[in-house]
Nanobody, 123 residues
Framework: QVQLVESGGGLVQAGDSLRVSCAAS????????MGWFRQAPGKEREFVAV????????YYADSVKGRFTISRDNAKNTVYLQMNSLKPEDTAVYYC????????????????WGQGTQVTVSY
C-alpha cells in the first residue's frame, strides 16, 4: 500500500512559477514510476508528466512540455512538479500518482492516487 500526499498548490498569476510536491509513504517508493495528472472543472482527468523509477526517464504532455519539469528524490520518497510560465489553462486539481508499470499516460495504469492539490492561475 502506498499513500500519496500532495502539497504546494495555490493561487498564482499568469507567467509565475510554482512547485508542487508529493510525499509517499512506505518503503517501496523507488519501485514505482511516479506521475502527475490534472483535472479542470468540467473536464476529464488528463496526463501531465511521469518519471521512471530511477528518474532517468521523463515524459510530458505536449501542453506542458518545455514549461514543466518532473523530478524525484528516492531518498526522501518525494516527487516534484516544477511549473514555470503558468497559464490560466493550467488551472486544475493536480494529482500525484504511483504506477507499478512505467511509463504510461493512461489513468488505467495508475495503482495509487493522491487526494489532489488545487492550482489556480489568474490572468
Amino acid at each position: 500500500q502506498v499513500q500519496l500526499v500532495e502539497s504546494g498548490g495555490g493561487l498564482v498569476q499568469a507567467g509565475d512559477s510554482l512547485r508542487v510536491s508529493c510525499a509517499a509513504s512506505g518503503r517501496t517508493f523507488s519501485s514505482y514510476a511516479m506521475g502527475w495528472f490534472r483535472q479542470a472543472p468540467g473536464k476529464e482527468r488528463e496526463f501531465v508528466a511521469v518519471i521512471s523509477r530511477s528518474g532517468g526517464s521523463t515524459y510530458y504532455a505536449d501542453s506542458v512540455k518545455g514549461r514543466f519539469t518532473i523530478s524525484r528524490d528516492n531518498a526522501k520518497n518525494t516527487v516534484y512538479l516544477q511549473m514555470n510560465s503558468l497559464k490560466p489553462e493550467d488551472t486544475a486539481v493536480y494529482y500525484c500518482t504511483a504506477s507499478s508499470i512505467c511509463c504510461s499516460s493512461s489513468t488505467a495504469s495508475v495503482n495509487y492516487w493522491g487526494q489532489g492539490t488545487q492550482v489556480t492561475v489568474s490572468y
